[in-house]
């Protein structure tokens, strides 16, 4: 996979040198990126994660996260497998707590709002905190179009006009172009990078105001992943976004923040976050610098 070539996790070979030159090209590829500010449109105040640990059973796999996402904008998380990035985006939708012996401390904010106070229906909290996951997870058996509009009525959003949110949806996923005059067909027939693609679009119908995405392209090849990107770019207007990769030209591409993740023996800690170009030009922890140039992963 072209992705490899990125990836700390099997580029710990190259000399210095080549590897002093990868970073300041990562740092070039973030600033030359027209970051984000928060967005004025009306998403909200945001997601912010207070104080949160996260256990399975005795083991306590997540110390002390506190992170804040602004809204209309795209953070990453980078960090070695194991650190705790996949369990830390579940408890930002209460997916965590289904996981049987898994337990949380700490706060979820959403709009202000805690979504672990008591009272909170779940399913609303998933429905304004979308999930793309891994492995493309289509309907098989359900149309292209019957996918897209699967949430509809555990929303129990009232849609006017279903071609148009059809239409609308697969528009901001990047597909509509390549499927429009086959929204009959069933979802399962697309190719990996269009089926992630309906699955995002699927996630949009619900009109979330956050989409969590982990690792959504490791499953991809480059020129899929690099249109998955592009969709990630347009949507950031629209919809703040929270992504987990392990390809640092990813993050360098399409996020404003990056937030590192490290867990050295003991629970993921968050070692620092900040604008991306800093994370990848000036880091301020020797740790993050070492795991951006490939040193460790
Ligand atoms: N369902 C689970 N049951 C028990 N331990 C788990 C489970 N999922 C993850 N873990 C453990 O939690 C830690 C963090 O895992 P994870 O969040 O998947 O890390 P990452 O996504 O950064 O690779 C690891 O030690 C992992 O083994
Ligand atoms: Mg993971």
Redesign the pocket.
Known sequence: MADDINNPDSGNTGKKNEEDMSTSSLAAVAAGRQSHAPATQALGVGLEARGVH?W??D?H??NNISLDFWPGTVTA?I????????????TLNRMHEF????ALAGEVLLNGEDVYAAGVDVTKIRLKVGMVFQKPNPFPSMTIAENVLAGLKLAQLKVENKDDLLEECLERAGLWKEVKDRLGTYGGSLSGGQQQRLCIARSLAVRPQVLLM??PCSALDPGSTLKIEETIQHLSSSVTVII?THNMQQAARVSDYTAF?L?DGG??EMVEVGPTSEIFSRPKDKRTENYVTGRFG
């Open positions: 996260a399975f059973g083991k796999v997540l998380l960090g070695p497998s194991g650190c705790g990035k996949s369990t830390f985006i579940r996981i049987p012996t898994a982990d690792e987990v993740f867990s629970p993921g």
